[in-house]
Each structure stands twice: as structure tokens, then as C-alpha cells.
């Protein structure tokens, strides 16, 4: 331990401070860049035309030979595991912290082709609670990748949740998996086919101990507007003018619960739930006698925004796999500037009296 002498514990004069400073900027001079960081690397500053020290010497090659063994890793730093001082603002339990749209090819089992290995978009996240800084984000792609070889079910995904929930510590989970789902559809007359993609997302959440099953479909169709379809035949009636109803492409996003122990509801199962519904679906391959059908079938289906949401509702509510739903409809209108929309809910898991700012621009479809 070093002991402080007389002389140094007394403040010293200016004149002496600036002996001192002479003093060592001409030791400076004269030492290595080394010896000066050595001392203090604070001291290369009072040398203002030398080059600062990388001291000590850091390598720059990348080292391809170094490995981690367990004692090296146990000496690296996890601030998100630190302790409860660490947390920065209100002391407050977190809902969902996790990881979203990381993605890769995951297989799914289908009602009418087999396996099919689409690319996809997971969003995994846990409850926090109050007393504890954060989590590592890494462990849930971990927990998920091991399940990733294998055909996905809601017996899977529950599995992969079961993983992460249990890794992290955490009392609530939830993941969501979103792909685009390829059918192949017939024309309505020509006999040609033509693969249709469906928005899918499968979401399984874990709250208080009680797992919730739901599956998202975005179901694209046309809308053709029985008021302008009245006036249109009026005007065709009364003053021999020919005129056109309005329709528009239209999009609703139907959320249904799926109710534990009964049969399995496939994804083509509520893709056809919906075209039932409403059958004017967009088409894929249109030759001319395929483009009148879908005239005719649009008149013989005008539907406004309200009556969608209902017809969609009316096929939800008569299926017994499934529970509390929710419909958001969106008519994309091409006699106004604006959009018609509506929202329709069935049970508690949906229904909330604040709507999401951004809801009603997630529905354009872009192909």
C-alpha cells in the first residue's frame, strides 16, 4: 500500500504544478506509448502532437481458432439476468416481451395434400414479471428450433411453448406462426386451375394456466354493393341507361377460437367455412366465360360490409369446433375515397372496446 508523505499530502502551489506538468511531458517524450498508458493513458492528452496508444495492444484478426469452454463462458456478462437494481422505469409486470418474425421452413399437415413445408413467421413471447430486469431472447428460438423438424400441430406448438415457458421461468407464453397457404382452385367455367394463397396465422396463448387455440385466416373477396346494383337497374328500367354497380376487391379477417376435444378443424376446413359465406372469392385463372360467371355471381351475392360480417358470423356460430370468434371486414371501396368496415365478436377472448389504430390498413390484400 502506498504511503502519502508529508510533501505530497500538502495542496501544492501553482508554480509547482506547473514544474510537475514540465516534468512529465518531458518523460512523456521520451517514454513509450506503452510505458505512458502504463502510467496512465489519461498522460498521452498532455502530448497533443502523438498518436493515442492502443494499449494494451488489441489483436485484429479474427480468431478462428479460439473455443468457449465453460469456464470462459461462465465469465461473460447477461445484463438481462442481473439483478432487480438493474431495471429502468416503472417496476411493472410486462404482458409480452419476446421475439418477432423470426422465420423458417416449418411442415404442416393439410386436409387434402398431404404435408406441405411452408415458409414461416413466428412471434414468440412471455410474461415478465415485476422484480425481474429481462429476458434471453435467444432461448426462445432455441425452445422452438427443437421442435422445428417435426409436422406442426397445435399439439407441437404447445410442446415448443411448454419449452421456452419452462426455460424462461415465466407464468404466461404465447406463440404465433404466420404463412401463406397455397389451394388450388378451379375456374368457375373455363376448367382451368390456379393456386390461391391464404394468410393463415395459428396463435396458441397460455394465461393464468389456461391454453387458448386460435386460428387467423384473411379470406379475399369481391363485394358488389346492392344499393349501387338497385340504381344501376333503375336507371337501365326507367330511362333505358346503361350503368354498372360498383364493386370492390374486400377482405375479412376471421379469428376463431378452437375449442379442445373435438375434431380437428383443418385449414381448408375454415376456408371453405368462409367461402360459404360468402362465395364471391377472387379468382385466379379468368377466361371471358369465367369473368361473366363471376358477373353473375357477384349480382346474385351483393352484400354490404354489415351483411358480410353477419354471413360470416352465421357459418362460425353453427361449427362445433369452434368457440368465441371474431370478424373484421373491410369493403375497399371504388365509388368513395374511404373503406367501409366492421367488426363483429362472439365471447370475451375478442371483445374489447379499443381498436388498434393500424387494424383496418392490415387488411389490404397485396397479393
Known amino acids: 500500500m502506498n504511503k502519502i508523505t508529508p510533501e505530497i499530502d500538502k495542496a501544492p ?17 521520451t517514454a513509450s506509448p506503452e510505458e505512458v498508458a502504463d502510467l496512465d493513458p489519461a498522460i498521452a492528452r498532455l502530448l497533443p502532437d502523438a498518436a493515442m496508444s492502443n494499449y494494451p495492444a488489441l489483436a485484429r484478426a479474427y480468431p478462428e481458432e479460439f473455443e468457449v469452454d465453460e469456464a470462459y463462458k461462465a465469465t461473460l456478462p447477461d445484463l438481462q439476468n442481473g439483478p432487480e437494481s438493474l431495471i429502468k422505469g416503472a417496476r411493472r409486470v410486462i404482458q409480452h416481451v419476446g421475439i418477432s418474425n423470426f422465420r423458417l421452413p416449418i411442415q404442416y399437415h393439410t386436409r387434402d395434400n398431404g404435408d406441405l413445408t411452408l415458409e414461416t413467421s413466428v412471434t414468440g413471447t412471455v410474461s415478465l414479471e415485476a422484480e425481474k430486469k429481462g429476458i434471453n431472447m435467444s432461448r426462445i428460438m432455441r425452445s422452438f428450433y427443437a421442435h422445428a ?17 419452462a426455460d424462461l421461468e415465466s407464468f404466461d407464453a404465447r406463440i404465433q406462426m404466420r404463412f401463406s397457404f397455397p389451394m388450388k382452385l378451379p375456374s368457375l367455367r373455363s376448367g382451368l386451375e390456379g393456386y390461391q ?6 396463435e396458441l396463448v397460455e394465461r393464468d394456466g389456461v391454453r387458448t387455440k386460435v386460428i387467423h385466416l384473411d379470406y379475399v373477396y369481391s363485394s358488389t354493393c346492392p344499393c349501387s346494383l338497385e340504381l344501376s337497374e333503375h336507371a ?8 354498372t354497380p360498383h364493386s370492390q376487391r374486400s377482405v375479412a379477417r376471421i379469428s376463431a377460437e378452437v ?27 379468368v377466361k371471358r366465360e369465367d ?25 362460425l356460430e353453427e361449427d362445433p369446433r369452434i368457440g ?16 367501409a ?18 387494424l383496418f390498413t392490415t387488411l389490404f390484400h397485396v397479393g
Not at 423438424?149 to 415457458?165: C, P, Q, R, W
Not at 375434431?263 to 372469392?281: H, M, S, Y
Not at 360467371?293 to 353477419?310: G, K, Q, T, Y
Open 149 to 165: 423438424d417435426k409436422t406442426f400441430s397445435f399439439e407441437v406448438i404447445e410442446a415448443a411453448l411448454e419449452d421456452y415457458k
Open 13 to 29: 502551489s501553482r508554480d509547482e504544478a506547473e514544474t510537475a506538468l514540465s516534468r512529465l511531458r518531458q518523460w512523456a517524450e
Open 324 to 339: 368465441d370468434f371474431q370478424v373484421v371486414a373491410s369493403h375497399q371501396e371504388s365509388l368513395h375515397s374511404h373503406d
Open 197 to 202: 394463397y391464404y394468410d393463415i396465422a395459428l
Open 236 to 243: 337501365r328500367q326507367f330511362r333505358g341507361q346503361l350503368a
Open 341 to 358: 368496415v366492421s367488426i363483429l365478436t362472439e365471447g370475451d377472448l375478442f371483445e374489447g372496446d379499443s381498436v388498434d389504430p393500424k
Open 291 to 315: 369473368e361473366q360467371a363471376f358477373a353473375e355471381l357477384n349480382a346474385a351475392n351483393p352484400i354490404f360490409v354489415e351483411d358480410a360480417a353477419r354471413l360470416f358470423a352465421q357459418q
Open 259 to 285: 375449442l379442445c376435444g373435438t375434431d380437428c378443424l383443418w385449414f381448408e376446413d375454415l376456408i371453405d367455412l368462409a367461402r360459404r359465406a360468402v362465395p364471391t372469392e377472387t379468382q385466379v385463372m
